[in-house]
């Protein structure tokens, strides 16, 4: 599952499944661009990584830097064949009559504005390498929803929707664009949005799924991994849960 | 990409040809000591033979899974040749199904017995012997992708793929905790025996209603629906358990019509 001489693009790479993504696709032979809000956890994971990444500090829900990142990423490596839409915001449990609006369009930002800034601006560049591959980091959350996550949960459903849409506009193209759906995992994103809780919740979350355990960073860099690769060649549109089970039943 | 089933007992049924002979020559491939079984012992046994390079071993069997005493004969000699399977592809299955209108009862029963009662015996001797294993193991069952939508023509066989998704998702359910992973494929339109008659006739009506739909355009080759089926059953995918995978150029994602030249696109 090589990516030899290939270019990739990960958002949200300075940490949790980005980070784990980048050095993956840098260790079968991929240069990586490793973009992150966080420029000092860009540079931090790009560090690790070596000459084969560059750091990128980067809004993605917003074109300008999009735009930027894409144009850096060209001039650094010259060109891009992947693109790992990975960045995501989530927030800790609140009911939706309790959610602030400018929260929800900092989430629709994140997460659903984001991977079309990618498509509308990466997809020119792909083209120009005869085609490429595109991974978008949904949730289980999309199909299978908890209290207190309305919001996020619809916006990985537009991820997913997007994902599917766009696999079609582009299949010609040979562009293929596919989705993960992780369950909640080992990550920052997952300590900070229960910082306050006392464990329980994440427990009961882990009680749940039939393999009896969270995601790690690891399973969600493997399914990347593949769908990525030619061993996926025939793979396009689809939403591949990474969850231990839990949406199956 | 070798060794990733470095020394794991398999069993592949319908290994005879198209996805299970890929499928058993792409294990080998990758370290995996394959039973291949097909009702034709011929076919595989020259799926054992250009398997003959290893690193893997391949031992052919002929057998009917649909026979009763079969899926445990299988299991016993997968025991006997490689030690107790932690790998088992439920391949084996019969296509060539008609309207529901069209369909007598001998045919309904056929595929029945062939493409879920004999699927879920195998399931049920695999699963047995991968408990008493205590390694855990990894369940593939080949559904396709008419078990998820419908298509003219392909009543009771769309049901028993369907069938073969609840089972799936049930068994992930059961299992998971005992570390065993259970998935499916979904095949989009394959070049295998079952589809070779329609190619051959150049059926328009299945071949527009497939390849032209299809985003990618084309159909695939046994091969692609092997490193998918390789992928689920490696520890590349050790957290993914009840998930249809769709190998099919996108097929099941929509009823796709490229755009006309006069749109943008």
């Known amino acids: 599952m090589g990516h030899q001489g290939k270019v990739a693009i990960v958002t949200g790479g300075g940490g949790g499944f980005g980070a784990e993504i980048s050095k993956q696709l840098a260790a079968r032979g991929a240069k990586v661009a490793v973009v992150d809000i966080a420029a000092e956890n860009a540079r931090r994971v790009a560090g690790e990584i070596g000459g084969a990444a560059i750091a990128l500090e980067a809004d993605i829900g917003k074109a300008g830097p999009v735009r930027e990142v894409i144009a850096a990423t060209v001039k650094a490596f010259g060109g891009v064949d992947i693109i790992v839409n990975n960045a995501g915001l989530s927030y800790p449990p609140v009911k939706v009559v309790d959610m602030d609006e400018d929260l929800y369009d900092r989430v629709f930002e994140a997460n659903v504005k984001s991977i079309f800034h990618f498509t509308k601006y990466g997809v020119p560049e792909l083209d120009k390498r005869g085609g490429g591959a595109i991974v978008n980091i949904a949730s289980t959350s999309a199909v299978k929803p908890r209290a207190g996550n309305t919001v996020y949960a619809t916006s990985k459903a537009a991820a997913i929707a997007f994902t599917k849409s766009s696999a079609l506009e582009l299949a010609r193209q040979k562009i293929r664009v596919n989705t993960i759906l992780p369950v909640a995992s080992m990550t920052p994103m997952l300590t900070g949005m229960f910082a306050a809780d006392d464990g329980s919740r994440i427990a009961a979350m882990e009680a749940g799924i039939p393999l009896g355990r969270l995601g790690q960073p690891k399973d969600i860099a493997a399914g990347v991994m593949f769908l990525l690769s030619d061993e996926a060649e025939f793979i396009t549109g689809v939403a591949l849960p990474v969850d231990g089970g839990w949406t199956a039943g | ?265």
């Open chain 2, 1 to 265: 990409m070798t060794g990733r089933l470095q020394g794991r007992p398999a069993i592949v049924t319908g290994a005879g040809s198209g996805i299970g002979r890929a499928t058993a020559l792409r294990f080998v491939a990758e370290g995996a000591d394959v039973l291949a079984a097909d009702r034709n012992a011929e076919g595989a046994a020259e799926t054992a033979r250009l398997a003959g390079n290893g690193p893997g071993r391949c031992v052919a069997v002929g057998a009917d899974v649909a026979e009763d005493s079969v899926p445990a004969d299988l299991v016993a000699r997968c025991i006997a040749e490689f030690g107790s399977p932690r790998i088992l592809v439920n391949n084996a299955g019969i296509g060539g199904a008609r309207s529901v209108d069209a369909t007598e009862d001998a045919d309904l029963d056929r595929f029945i017995d062939v493409n879920i009662r004999s699927l879920f015996r195998c399931a049920r001797e695999g699963i047995r012997a991968m408990r008493a294993g205590g390694e855990g193991g990894s369940v593939v069952n080949i559904a396709s992708v008419f078990g998820i939508m419908g298509f003219p023509g392909s009543s009771i066989y769309s049901a028993s793929k369907a069938a073969v998704i609840g089972l799936t998702q049930n068994m992930a359910a059961d299992y998971g905790p005992f570390g065993i992973r259970v998935n499916a494929i979904a095949p989009g339109l394959i070049r295998t025996g079952m589809t070779k008659g329609r190619f051959d006739a150049n059926d328009a009506f299945f071949l527009d209603g497939m390849i032209g739909q299809t985003p990618l355009g084309r159909a695939a080759e046994p091969s692609e629906v092997a490193a998918g089926i390789a992928f689920l059953c490696s520890d590349d995918a050790s957290f993914i358990t009840g998930h249809t995978l769709a190998i099919d150029g996108g097929w099941s994602t929509t009823k796709y019509r490229p755009f006309p030249a006069s749109d943008p696109g």
